[in-house]
């Protein structure tokens, strides 16, 4: 497997600095990973996102919200979520060394769950992007990756579930759907994106089928690197 030239660079820094994100010192090498986090709790407020012990600098991490890739020791760690300075939700995850992770808070607030991805970033093809596509959709079913003119790009995902990497055409403008799987109906679509080379994307469904305005149902792009 190839890894992204930024995981190498991370992991090089890391090991010869000795240190974790907000720089803490430690006097042996440990294992390593890289860590994002993506809010889809429909209707959470602004949170403080804590990897035990430390807090992880960023502001308004709200619904909808991302955190690019931190490092992160490998092993069994503790996240925890605070509004303010009231813990609202905590669980522990499993990281591996020298992988890369997407967590998810997941489910409608305060009825929240952590979903952990491994994200296989490989470098693609020269020419081609790669994506994949995650439905956080909570009451949508099983819903289809397609475009506007009726191409499923990527099948019956249910609740909870991501795809693996696909590869398409990279610099290249796309107008995604999303449908309810074996459908011919678009159920949601965004404004045409254009996807980098030598990129790779996740494309995730977000939001509630039942709801309008900003808790809809709805798709949205993250770049992983």
Same mark, same amino acid.
């Given at each position: 497997?190839?890894?992204?030239?930024?995981?190498?660079?991370?992991?090089?820094?890391?090991?010869?600095?000795?240190?974790?994100?907000?720089?803490?010192?430690?006097?042996?090498?440990?294992?390593?990973?890289?860590?994002?986090?993506?809010? !889809?709790?429909?209707?959470?407020?602004?949170?403080? %996102?804590?990897?035990?012990?430390?807090?992880?600098?960023?502001?308004?991490?709200?619904?909808?919200?991302?955190?690019?890739?931190?490092?992160?020791?490998?092993?069994?760690?503790? %996240?925890?979520?605070?509004?303010?300075?009231?813990?609202?939700?905590?669980?522990?995850?499993?990281?591996?060394?020298?992988?890369?992770?997407?967590?998810?808070?997941?489910?409608?607030?305060?009825?929240?769950?952590? %979903?952990?991805?491994?994200? =296989?970033?490989?470098?693609?093809?020269?020419?081609?992007?790669?994506?994949?596509?995650?439905?956080?959709?909570?009451? !949508?079913?099983?819903?289809?990756?397609?475009?506007?003119?009726?191409?499923?790009?990527?099948?019956?995902?249910?609740?909870?579930?991501?795809?693996?990497?696909? =590869?398409?055409?990279?610099?290249?403008?796309?107008?995604?759907?999303?449908?309810?799987?074996?459908?011919?109906?678009?159920?949601?679509?965004?404004?045409?994106?254009?996807?980098?080379?030598?990129? =790779?994307?996740?494309?995730?469904?977000?939001?509630?089928?039942?709801?309008?305005?900003?808790?809809?149902?709805?798709?949205?792009?993250?770049?992983?690197?």
């Amino acid at each position: 497997m190839k890894y992204t030239k930024k995981f190498i660079q991370t992991v090089s820094i890391l090991i010869a600095a000795f240190a974790f994100q907000s720089c803490k010192k430690d006097k042996e090498n440990k294992p390593v990973s890289a860590l994002s986090f993506v809010n !889809a709790s429909v209707g959470a407020p602004t949170l403080n %996102v804590y990897l035990e012990p430390n807090k992880i600098d960023f502001d308004h991490f709200s619904y909808g919200r991302y955190i690019d890739y931190l490092n992160a020791f490998s092993g069994q760690r503790t %996240v925890s979520f605070f509004e303010g300075t009231v813990k609202k939700k905590t669980g522990n995850i499993d990281l591996k060394n020298g992988k890369f992770y997407s967590l998810f808070l997941a489910g409608t607030w305060p009825e929240t769950e952590l %979903v952990l991805i491994k994200d =296989s970033l490989t470098i693609p093809a020269t020419g081609k992007t790669n994506i994949r596509f995650v439905n956080m959709s909570s009451d !949508a079913g099983e819903l289809d990756l397609g475009l506007t003119n009726g191409t499923t790009l990527i099948s019956q995902k249910a609740y909870k579930a991501s795809s693996n990497y696909i =590869s398409i055409n990279g610099n290249s403008t796309y107008n995604f759907v999303i449908r309810k799987h074996a459908s011919p109906l678009d159920t949601v679509s965004i404004t045409a994106a254009t996807l980098e080379a030598g990129r =790779s994307y996740t494309i995730w469904a977000k939001g509630l089928k039942a709801e309008v305005g900003q808790n809809a149902l709805g798709l949205t792009i993250i770049k992983n690197k």
